[in-house]
Structure formats: structure tokens, C-alpha cells
């Protein structure tokens, strides 16, 4: 099967290491590929880049669907676009931030989230709320280090999350642990490592990574999004949108 | 005061009747102006036109600020942009499915909106859950007339209407109505009484009057949104979107 | 119109301060008029008082509504009445808890109210699930005033909630602040400066002043609340009550 | 032990019925007295006769303790007065529907109340939604037969309550049916032998001898209301009410 | 009446004190009887053990139903085994976690419930989502003392249970104290003078005993759990249990 | 990877289907094995008969942790003894009914649940509410054939699953379907291409295969269950469950 990973940000200076991330985790016969945007933010650490992404991932998604693709992930733990692409295509289109919320709560109790900056906390928290796991949410933190510092030295992000994680679990009552951030992929393991140290045997999820194995899942099974929930809309003039003309 | 009413797509052939609709409804001292988008959609009926219409609402939201408006209004039943243009600005940002679903819970035990296509139910359904009133949400119904077809002729929707607000009361127990499209402007009174004559005295909230008289209220309270639940983001790179460099 | 602030107490040596406090907030054409109580309480700080107070709220509300008066506010942070006295007329009554706490949630993700005494937690705990928005409450705080001290020298007051507001933003996650007393009416403005001196700047609501808005909106949109949820009770034989014979 | 039963009602022309109900329904050793009030309404229908019951209640719940009765209970669905008597109480008052609620949540996944008339669909919704019991909460319906008929022949509700409970099963999903009136006390056996006609076996509460039990239980577990939920009001002026003075 | 107490473990070296606690809180009339199981472990603390302790559970609630008794407790905090024995018997079978819980519930806004060990945190608060009570739970506590130490002296366990229980109301906002293991039986009085010392009048609930009256409560009012909820299982091949074959 | 997946029965007469329907969906390098009980029901259609599989089925799980399986999947649609074997085990442990409804809740606003019997409609509901997707579930429909009947004949089965899951979309607003017996594995497609002629685009879910799915994906990202929810239980003695000692 074919995957189309949307990274959804406009790349400057060099490709974000996304395939680096995704292509070992795919089982064998999937095939990853990466696009990013041409029209949208840099980094999405807002609701207000969320918004400006999401136009443009509608486009790379009907663009993965007419190329061939058999799902689509959104690289983002916003979800950014998540609902408009799913209403555009009938592939299933998948977000790192209901993926993981959702395997979280299958795993235990209760889950933080542990994202880059206190400014993406009002947002996720949002998002638990629309994905109907709010109540197994014990808190979302932050590690206070923008995405894109984020992704130029991941490893040093490993003992603020460390850091992060305990006092989810001893303060607010965590049982499990998801990145708030698709740029922390990578780091699952020596986060759990971490706090295996001080006794705490819980799933740390990498949202991203989650989100792909999902969308296998999905095509595995023949599933997609409901078109009851998200049908497509009818075809209308579009202004200032070349590319969804 | 000054308030900015975006009617959030873009117009074509002559502007929407939303002045005449909102001028007679403010208070004396009230100003408001109307400005539409430049890029968007034509009509918003569906994730993907909210996905849209955001980014230059945002853009006119902030224009307003820059332009001494005290408030805005974004005149659409999803109330498309709203996170984003709040983070953007400080002026109160009001949207009408918020201020008019809160205003319903306030009147009674339960409310239904009454939209123009069975493909938005699930789009309020789901700003009922994100704002909290989703327990008090008797039910989404349709009158399976598109919005531009509403706006040529909106009397002819208030028979429709009437019809589905009485099913809404008889067969799902709601005890008010909110019109779930912000095109049905002005049929309030006329759906009051279609309900009055079946012996139902429930409250019938058109959305766009009732996020104006919201803006009116926070501007002379000098209160607005919370800046802790929608914080200014950083400034960033933006590619694509001119009007937000 | 003609607005009634209904001052659910009995007056003892002299009137609230209650006209001085709404008539500069309404808009211009809106009439205020504060009546108290003959039967009742002094202050109003329990469940208890609440209820002596009720019964001649709503006789006040039926003379109001028989003297052409066009909505009610019932100037109390615990609403007493409110469901009683909306059964007995059809112009709007508006409870300041009621109309706060969906503006607050309006405006922010989460908010506290502050209060005077810490036995009005759990009465204000109960009037945010009554109204459907106890996932919104971060907390209930008090600042240990009674409310006739309060209205003694209500400037006194502004450091103790300032206090509570930072310990309510800092540690319950609150991102605005109701005010849990209509006592408190014309500090928000103090409080909300008090605030932004810590770099919060999120809403800050004076109860009293949100119901005379709510209460003015409603007037001007024509709305009331629910005749299905507050149906007209039949008339029957009262012993006691000469006044609601 | 000694039992208060507060009929929170003005007799008129003879005493109701209620002693006969409750005496064979208590323990060997419970003594059951029942007092009704002096100021209030003659039957309870509204949330308006609630408030007007409410204040005597408190007097005749005082009452009741200063005269060594060990416990309390409010022979009304809709619990009139039950916060303001447990604040100025510290023997347990216990409320019909409180009571009858909780314990068909025990038994069963679900439960509808059956009431005497449509009006009191909605206090009887929001009893639900107050004790935290609303997602239990099949239905609320009618039989249209009011209070003072009901008690004039109650033998004659018995087949119009088998109806509503056979919808209340097939159509609402209930589990077992509660008695939404205490005036209809002595019916339950004969409504659950006509649901066992139709072949459901679902329990059929009778609120107010619930309460009697759950009063028993409290008395002999030496347990009442917590004193931090129901502190203890302040001794304050009160005007109007001798028997509060 | 007969109630038959199941105490579900495997007695070794003596029986449980139980009929010691249960008899003297029982009604005048009411004989209760103490069985313990022939298969299953030795205490309760987990998931596991309940598991284990379900399957002879029922067959002496069979058992007990065939030998006339009026009514079941299952002696344990989990309930282990209360739906499966709900199908199996028509007469009331009563589990100490969900009477209690209801009961607290009705007697304050909030309770936190005191048990032996941490581990059992996540099975009660999951008893708790269970019972449709999670938003009345404050929190779970444990005093880390394990069942079988307690029941060899319940006493040391006081000063444990007041401390966790004086942490609860400061610190978790709780109005009222559950028991979270049925060995802590006879505490409650000694528990609650600790919390009066502390000025904290909160009711102490003990789960055994508050099960052994509601299960009277039901046999007096002549009430069982739903059959509609717990239908009865055709009869079926069972290998391996020869109790119910 | 080597999956466990224990058929939660004692098989009579022949091993039940479940290789062949599990190893055609497992990934390429995933081995399949199926397991049955030596002790417990033939089949499960009740609370009951889930507790008497259990202790077994915790049996079969710690010998697959011992034998080196990477994961276990427990192949009935009440997940019976999930809790418990997660306890036991450090491997993941999977239960259809979680992953398909978790699975379900991803997909769509809503969705129902259509079982063999009527009687495992409470179970179902139950199930809902214990994974906290209660607000995603429309419904739970049965079509009245037996497991073992259905086993015998699945394709029978297609035309009733259509017909209910029309009802389901039609009458209850789901927007996805979950089978509610993993008898019914194989027959998601077809049920899917009645819906779709009807015009019914929505997912179609095979809870068995659903668990599988996310027993790989679990295994492939090294996450198991939080031990923080499901710790291990102390080694004590069990009487009558040789496998267990």
C-alpha cells in the first residue's frame, strides 16, 4: 500500500526528516511518501497556523487520492485540516492527535499529553474535547521549546520530557504518555526508558508513528471515515485557491 | 462603538443583504460595516469551506483591529475562523453558533437549530460539543435548501422552518429553536409565531442578531476572549497568504 | 425599555447601592428600577437564605411584569427564584449566575468564580451543573468577606480577589474569573488591571452588570425563556403569601 | 426511631393520607409522624409551589429536631427545600426523589419517571441533571391526572401508569420506572404486576417510601448530610417568617 | 427476611469476622448468614482476584436463592461477580461499592473513597465510571495496609484512615468518606470523630453494612434488580464447574 | 510476531473458524495461533458466562507470555477477563470490543453496535460506557440469531446485519457500524455493500480483525498496556484453579 504523509508546513532550507521517521516503521509492502505544503506557515504551534495550513493539505490530500495513494496522514499533532480533507476524499485521512488520544485510552486510565510550548495547551486540550476522550485527559504540559529548535536537536528534548512525564504521573494522575508534538517522533523509547527508572512502566505514544500505523489498519481492513459524518461537499467557485479550483 | 461584520465569502454579483439585517438590530450608538473576503468560498456549507474561508478572515479580523473597530462579528453558523482570528486580535471576536447556542441554553431546558442542509448537521453538532451545550442539543434538523437559494428568497423558508420546528419540539423534546444558517436572517419572528399557533412559546434565536447584541454587550463590559485560552502567536514566516506576511 | 433589578433582600437602614451600579451600564433608552424585598432575608449567603427569599422574588417579578416593566434581573449570585419567577411571567428574568457563567464560557476555555464566604462553594458549584457548565468551572474560591461587610467598602475587596484570581489562573487552571457576588459589582475593572499586572489578561465578570446586558439583549431580540421548560401554573389556593394570592 | 414526615402542602378539609402509607411501610421500632405546613400551596405542581413550600419546610425541619425526631423526610418529588433544610439541620432530611433516583440507578441500567402531569417533565428532568443521575435517565412522562384527583382516587391511576411505563420500556429504553409523585404511594405493586403481564420485569419505586427506607438506613448507620455540602447559615435577620425569626 | 452475606474468598484458618459485624447492624426480623467460597483466592486486590472469585459467587448466590433467602450481599469492595449473579437469581443481590457510593453521593456534592492499597486506585475509580458516579468522586486514597493485615487488626488501621481522609477534604475537595474495603467494617464512627476533631462533619460511609440495609431496603419494598438489565442466561454446557454445571 | 488469539470457549465438537479468518488479515510476518479454554462456557452471551471464562482465559494468557507471543487477543466481544489479564501480563492484551469501538469513534460522529441477541444489549452499552465512547454510541441492535447458530451459518447472517444496521443509520443517526459478536468475522464486507446501496457510505467494522490490527500495531511500536492502570498482582494463594496456583 501507498501512504502519503502531508507534512503540513512550508519547508525552508532543506526537508523536514519525516520519511527518516516513518519508512522503518511501515510494515513491509507499505511504500511512505512525503510532500509539504507550497501555501501555509512554517511550524504550526497556533490555532491561527493550523487555519493557514489547512486549505493547502486539502489539495495535497486530493492529490495523494487521485495519485494513487491508499491513506493519508496529516504530520501534525493539531489535526490541522483533519475534517475538510476526510469531506474531499474517501481514502482514510488520519491525525496523529486522534490516533494516539484514542490508542492512549485503550491502554490505560488516564494520559497526558507533553507538548513543545504552554501556548499549544488551550488547543489540545480542545482537541481531547473533540474527540470525546477529555475525560481520561489528566493534563497537558509543555517542555517550553519551539518545534522548530525541536527539530534541530530532538535528543536534547529527551530530558524535558523525561522531566514532564513524572510529574504528569505523579501530580495530575497520567497512566500513559503521548507526545504533543509530531516533531518529537524518535523519542518514544528513551522516554520510556526514563521513567521506567523511576518505576513507571506506562505507554509513551508517538503520535506520528501511531498515526501511521493506524491508517495501515485502515487500509488493511478496507475502512475509512464515515461519509455520513464527513460528506463530500458539492463542487462551488473557489477564489484565491488555485490548486482547489 | 464600531462593529465589523465579516460575512466570511466572497460575493459575487452584489453584496450580501447583511447591512439592512444587522444595522436595525444594533443599539443607537452602534456603528457596523460589513466587509467580505477576498479569497474563500461562496457559500460555506461544509468543513472544507470553514477550512477556506479562515485564513482571510483572519486577515480581515486583524484589519479591523488595525482600524479601530471594537469588535467582530463573523457571520456564519459555523463560525469559521473564530480560534484563529481571537488569537490574532484583542477586540472580541464573536461567532453566531456559539453566542446563539449559550443564549439558548440560557432560556430553557433544551434547544434544536434548524438548518438549510442535512450535510451541516453534523459540522453543529460538533460546534455544540466544542462549546460545551452538547447535553442540552435536542437535535439538528435540515430544510434542504442551500444557503445561496435561501438568500434569493428567504420567505419561502419559513414554512419549512416552521415545519421542522415543530417536529423538533414534538419529536425531540426541544424546548427552543436557533436557526442553523445565518442566511435565515429575519424569520425569527415569523417562525415564532408558525410556533405560537401550535401552542409552543419557545424562544427562536436567528444567530447573526444574537452575535451582535454579544459584541454590543462585551464591548460596553470592555470584556473579550481570554488570552490564556487563545494566546497571540509568535511571529513567523507565513508563504502563500499575502495579506498575513 | 424598562429594566426591574429585583434586590432579593430586605433593606436595612438605607438602599443598596444597586441603581448607582446599573443605570450607567445600560444602554441609553433602557430605564433601571431597583425594588427589594418585604419578606426575606437581609443577605443572601446559603441555600437557605436563597429559599426565604424566593417567594416574594417572584411576587416583585409579577408586579413588574403587571406594571409594564420588560424584563427582571434578580441581582443575586445564587439566582434564587429564577425557575420560579420565569413559571409566573413571560417577560425575561435574567440570574446573574446563569447569564456569567455562559458568558464566561464564551470567552475562554475554563473559569473560576470568586467568592465571599467558602460556604458558597458548593451552592455556586451546584448553579454551574444546574446551568450545564461545570466542565468549564476550574474552581469556586472565596476571599472570607460577608456580604454586608462587602458592601460596606467594596474597595477593600479588590486585593483579596486580585489574590484569589492569581491563585485561581496559577493552580486551577482557570483562563477567566466570574465574580461569585453581585455585591462585588463595579470591581472587575480593578481586579481585571490587577491581573494583567501578572500578565494575565483574561476576562474578568461583574454578575450584575452581565444580567442587565443579557437581560437587555433579550428585550431587544424579542426572546424570553422557554413557556415549555417554565409552563404558567395553574392558579390555585396559596395560604401565607397575601401578596401572590 | 422517630420519623418527621413533612407533607409540604396546606391541608385543606382533612388530613392527607400519608401516615397511613408510611406506618406499615417502617421498621418494627421507626415511629412515623406526619406534620404538614402552615404557609405554602396546596399541592406542588411547579417550581413555583416549591418555592412557595420551601420556607415552612425549613420551620417544620427545625421543628422536627428541636423535638427529638431523628430524621426527616419531604414528602414531595421534587424535594422542596431540601438543601435550605439540610443547612439548617443536622439529622438527615432526605428528598423522594433523591432517594428513589439513586436507588433505581442501582438495579438497573436505566429508569423513567412517570408524573402526574406534562408540566413537571422539566423540574423532574432537572432533579435528574442535579443528582448527578441524568445519563441514567430513560424518560420523564405523564399520565395527565393531577395531584389533588390523583389523591382523591389514586386506585384510578393505576392503568393510565401501566401505559406510560409499557411506552417508557419499548419506546424509551427504561430499565425500571419511578414514581414521579408521592401521591401516587401504594401503586407500585399493582404497576409492576402490569408490566409483568407484558412480560418486564423491572423494578417499580414508590419515592416516598424510599425515602422512608433510605431515612431508616441514614438513622441507623448514624449517618447524614455532609455539613461541608450543607454548612450551617450564619444566625441572621430574617423578615417576614415568625416561625424562622 | 434472610440475607446471605457472601464473603468471596476462600476462608484459611478461621472464618472472617463478618456475621460479627453485620448481625447487630441488621433490622429486628432480619437473620443474616455468612458464606465464604470454595474456589478462589484467599483476598481481594486486584482485577485478578475478582476475576477468580466471580464464578463461585453466583453459585452461592444460586445457592442461597434456592435455600430461601431473601437477598445477596457480595462482601466486597470490587462487587466482583454482581452482574453475573444479578442474571443467575430474581432476588436482590446488593454489592457494597455501588450502594455506597450512591449513598454518599446523596448525601454531599463530592466523596473520596480510603482503601488498603494504591493498587486498588484504578478498580474503584473504574467502579465509580461504572455506577455513573465518577463526577461526585473527589478522588481514591489508600493507607497502604494490605486486607489480610487489616483484618488482623482493624484498630491500626484508624490513624491511617483519618489522615488519608482529613488529605481528601483539603486537598481533593471531599464531602464525604467511602470506605474502600469491607474489612475496614466497625471503623466508621472512630474515623468520623477524627474528622470532627478536624471541625470536618462528613459522613463516613462503611460499604458492608450500607449493602447489608439497602439489600433490607429492597426486600422490605419488595424490589430487585432489573431483569431487563440482567436478563436471565439460557441455560448452557459449562465445563469445569461442577457447582454449575 | 507471534499473536495469541484465545477463543474465550470451551470448544465441543470440532475447532471454531478463527484461524482461517484471523491469519488471512494478519501483516506478513505475523503468526496467528488460536487457543480455547479447558474450563469455562460454550459460548458467551451474558455477564455471567464472561465471568465463568475469565480465570481461564487470564490462564491462557500468562502461558502465551511464557511461550514468547508477542501479544494476546481475547476473541469475544465483551472482552471478558481484559482487566484481569492485563494484570498478569506484560504483553499487550487486546479486546475487540475496545479496539472496535475506540476504532469507531475515530471514524465517524457516531456509531451502533449490532449484536446476535437482544439480551447482550445492556452488556454492550455497558462496555461503551466503560471505554468512555458512551457519547459516540447511537445504539445497540441485536438480530436474534445465537452464536453458535451464527457460527454454524454466518452467511445467513448477512441480510438480517443490513437490515438493522439501515435501522441503526436511519432511526438512531449512527454513522458506522461495529459488529457486536466477533462470530459474525468475515461478513464486514458484505454488510458494508448493503449499505452502500442503500447509499449508506460508513464503515463497516470486524471487531476481531479490529483487535488484531491493533495487537500488531501495539507489538510493532513496543507498547503495551499502563502497569500504572493494570499492575501486577502479589503472589497469594488461589484455591480450585490448578492453572492459576
Chains 1, 2, 3, 4, 5, 6 share one sequence.
Not at 516503521?25 to 490555532?47: F, H, K, N, Y
Not at 513524572?166 to 504533543?180: K, M, N, R, S, T
Amino acid at each position: 500500500m501507498k501512504i502519503c504523509v502531508i507534512a503540513p508546513v512550508v519547508l525552508q532550507g532543506g526537508p523536514r526528516a519525516s520519511l527518516q521517521e516513518f519508512a522503518p516503521a511501515a510494515w513491509p509492502g507499505s511504500q511512505v511518501e512525503v510532500v509539504s505544503l507550497d501555501r501555509g506557515p512554517v511550524s504550526i504551534e497556533s490555532e491561527y497556523e493550523d487555519a493557514l495550513a489547512a486549505p493547502d493539505i486539502v489539495a495535497k490530500a486530493k492529490a495523494a487520492e487521485v495519485n494513487g495513494f491508499d491513506a493519508v496522514i496529516i504530520d501534525c499533532m493539531l489535526d490541522p485540516g483533519l475534517g475538510a480533507a476526510r469531506e474531499q476524499v474517501s481514502i482514510p485521512v488520519v491525525g496523529p492527535a486522534q490516533a494516539s488520544m484514542h490508542l492512549a485510552a485503550m491502554l490505560g486510565a488516564s494520559f497526558s499529553v507533553i507538548t513543545v510550548l504552554q501556548r499549544l495547551v488551550p488547543p489540545l486540550h480542545e482537541r481531547a474535547r473533540r474527540y470525546g476522550v477529555l475525560d481520561k485527559l489528566a493534563s497537558v504540559r509543555a517542555i517550553e521549546i519551539p518545534v522548530l529548535d525541536l527539530e534541530g536537536n530532538p535528543r536534547a528534548a529527551v530530558e524535558p520530557l523525561v522531566e514532564q512525564a513524572v510529574l504528569a504521573v505523579e501530580h495530575d494522575g497520567a497512566h500513559g504518555i503521548v507526545f504533543g508534538c509530531t516533531g518529537m517522533a524518535g523519542l518514544a523509547r528513551a522516554v520510556g526508558e526514563g521513567l521506567c527508572q523511576r518505576k513507571y512502566r506506562v505507554p509513551v505514544i508517538d503520535p506520528g508513528i501511531a498515526a501511521l500505523k493506524v491508517a495501515e489498519t485502515l487500509v488493511s481492513l478496507r475502512l475509512a471515515h464515515s461519509k455520513l459524518t464527513f460528506p463530500t461537499p458539492a463542487s462551488k467557485t473557489v477564489v484565491g485557491y488555485p490548486s482547489l479550483g
